[in-house]
């Protein structure tokens, strides 16, 4: 299988003649990690406090906790199974992830090239 090298080359070099700069998020820019970061950190915070205020009221802690394991379920392992396997962030070297949105997540899966399957874009 040939694997298109544009977008990692591009990861160490930037090509500034690139047809698709300003469209593809292909480096990790700190510009684009502090607005990712600075819109899902608060959410999460609300939502996870609001799931431990409806814990306190109701003394039922099952909304935090199942929120609380799709959370890490999806972000830390199907996510990456579906999504950023096919991303040239994950044919980046090491073991975790170095993207504005999953940093740090362990690749769990071997990199895949390929355009997304059907499966892939349902799930
Ligand atoms: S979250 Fe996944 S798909 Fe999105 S940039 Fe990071 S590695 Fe790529």
């Given at each position: 299988?040939?694997?298109?090298?544009?977008?990692?080359?591009?990861?160490?070099?930037?090509?500034?003649?690139?047809?698709?700069?300003?469209?593809?998020?292909?480096?990790?820019?700190?510009?684009?990690?502090?607005?990712?970061?600075?819109?899902?950190?608060?959410?999460?915070?609300?939502?996870?406090?609001?799931?431990?205020?409806?814990?306190?009221?109701?003394?039922?802690?099952?909304?935090?906790?199942?929120?609380?394991?799709?959370?890490?379920?999806?972000?830390?392992?199907?996510?990456?199974?579906?999504?950023?396997r096919h991303c040239p962030f994950y044919a980046q070297?090491?073991?975790?992830?170095?993207?504005?949105?999953?940093?740090?997540?362990?690749?769990?899966?071997?990199?895949?090239?390929?355009?997304?399957?059907?499966?892939?874009?349902?799930?």
């Open positions: 299988m040939e694997i298109n090298n544009t977008c990692l080359n591009c990861q160490k070099v930037h090509n500034e003649n690139c047809d698709l700069d300003q469209q593809l998020i292909c480096r990790n820019d700190p510009k684009v990690t502090r607005k990712f970061v600075g819109f899902h950190l608060p959410l999460r915070i609300v939502i996870f406090s609001m799931l431990i205020f409806v814990g306190k009221i109701t003394g039922s802690w099952w909304f935090l906790v199942a929120y609380g394991v799709g959370f890490f379920l999806n972000f830390g392992l199907v996510e990456t199974r579906y999504l950023c070297e090491g073991k975790f992830l170095n993207c504005p949105a999953l940093y740090g997540t362990p690749k769990w899966w071997k990199y895949d090239p390929t355009p997304l399957t059907k499966v892939d874009k349902i799930l």
